[in-house]
C-alpha cells in the first residue's frame, strides 16, 4: 500500500468532497438525534500544505488555493471555511483538513466519530491527531471490513464516508460492495462514496453496480475540472450518495455551478442525477 493522501490534500477533489462533507453533517444536525461518523479509509486527518510531500506536487494550488481569498463565497461554504480559517488563524493557507477532523470539529457532542486507516504510519499519525476527543475512535484494520465491523450503530443514524485509494483495479467494485453491505446492515445509512472520474469504461460498470447496492435511493454527483475526454488526467471526481439527507440535492445545485467555475481548469462542469429513485 503505497497511497499517501499527503500529496493530494486540498485539491479540487477534497474540495468537492470536504465540502459535501460538511453539508451532509450540517443537514443530519437539524435533528437533536445523535448520529456516528464512520470513515473507512481515513489517512492522517490533517495536512501540511507546506511539507515536502504537498509542495511536490501543488495540487491545492487548484483546489483550495483558489478559494482561501475569494469574496464571493456562498453560505453554504460557511461551515468549511470556519473550519480552515480556525487551523490558519494567521490568515496563510498552510494547514488543511481532512474528512476525520472535518468530522470530528463538526459534529456535536452526542455523537460519535469512528474512524479507520489501514496504512501503519498514517494510521499512528491520525491518533495521534485525534488524541485528547473522547467522541473519537480510531481503528488500524482493513478498511473494507468497516460495514461488517461497526454497523449497526447504537445511535440509530449514521453517516459513512468510503474513500479508498484507488490503487487497485476492483476497489470500485469493491466501493459498491461496501456500500450495499452497509445498507444491508444498517438501511438508514447515509453511505457516501467517493470516486475519480477517469476511466469511462469503469465508470460504466460501476454505476450498474452502485445500481444493485439495494440502497433506498442513491444520488450521484460529479464535479470535472476537465472535458470527459481528457486522456491521462483527473477530469473529475464523483460522490454516490445513499440516502442523502431532505434538503442537501437542492443544496448542490446551489453549490456545483460555483465550484465548476472556481476549479475548472480546462473546462469546468458538473452533473447531478438519482441512480436510485425513492
Known amino acids: 500500500m503505497n497511497y499517501r ?6 485539491n479540487h477533489a477534497d474540495v468537492f468532497k470536504h465540502l459535501t462533507l460538511t453539508r451532509l453533517i450540517a443537514l443530519m444536525s437539524r435533528k437533536e438525534q445523535p448520529f456516528a461518523y464512520l470513515d473507512t479509509h481515513a489517512g492522517i486527518g490533517l495536512y501540511d500544505l507546506q511539507g515536502d510531500q504537498a509542495n511536490r506536487t501543488g495540487e491545492y494550488l487548484e483546489g483550495i488555493a483558489r478559494l482561501w481569498n475569494q469574496t464571493d463565497l456562498p ?76 454497523l449497526p ?32 446492515r444498517m438501511r438508514q445509512t447515509v453511505a457516501a462514496i467517493w470516486y475519480p472520474v477517469k476511466d469511462q469504461r469503469a465508470l460504466r460498470r460501476f454505476y450498474q453496480d452502485l445500481a444493485g447496492t439495494g440502497a433506498p435511493k442513491l444520488l450521484r454527483v460529479e464535479l470535472l475540472v476537465h472535458p470527459l475526454d481528457t486522456p491521462n488526467s483527473l477530469n473529475g471526481s464523483g460522490l454516490a450518495i445513499a440516502n442523502p439527507p431532505w434538503g442537501l440535492e437542492e443544496e448542490l445545485r446551489e453549490l456545483l455551478p460555483w465550484l465548476a467555475e472556481k476549479l475548472g481548469q480546462t473546462q469546468g462542469g458538473w452533473k447531478m442525477d438519482w441512480l436510485i429513485a425513492e
Open 75 to 150: 453560505i453554504l461554504t460557511a461551515d468549511y471555511m470556519q473550519v480552515l480559517h480556525e487551523m490558519n488563524p494567521d490568515g496563510q493557507l498552510r494547514y488543511y483538513p481532512g474528512s476525520p477532523e472535518l468530522a470530528r470539529r463538526l459534529t456535536r457532542r452526542q455523537d460519535r466519530v469512528l474512524i479507520n486507516e489501514k496504512h501503519p504510519e498514517d494510521g499512528l499519525l491520525l491518533k495521534e491527531n485525534m488524541a485528547g476527543d473522547r467522541r473519537v475512535k480510531v481503528h488500524l484494520g482493513e478498511g473494507w471490513h468497516v460495514p461488517r465491523a461497526l
Open 5 to 10: 493522501h499527503a500529496f493530494h490534500a486540498g
Open 153 to 184: 450503530v447504537p445511535e440509530k443514524r449514521a453517516v459513512m464516508l468510503i474513500d479508498p485509494p484507488f490503487e487497485k483495479l476492483d476497489e470500485m467494485q469493491r466501493c459498491a460492495l461496501s456500500m450495499k453491505e452497509a445498507i444491508g
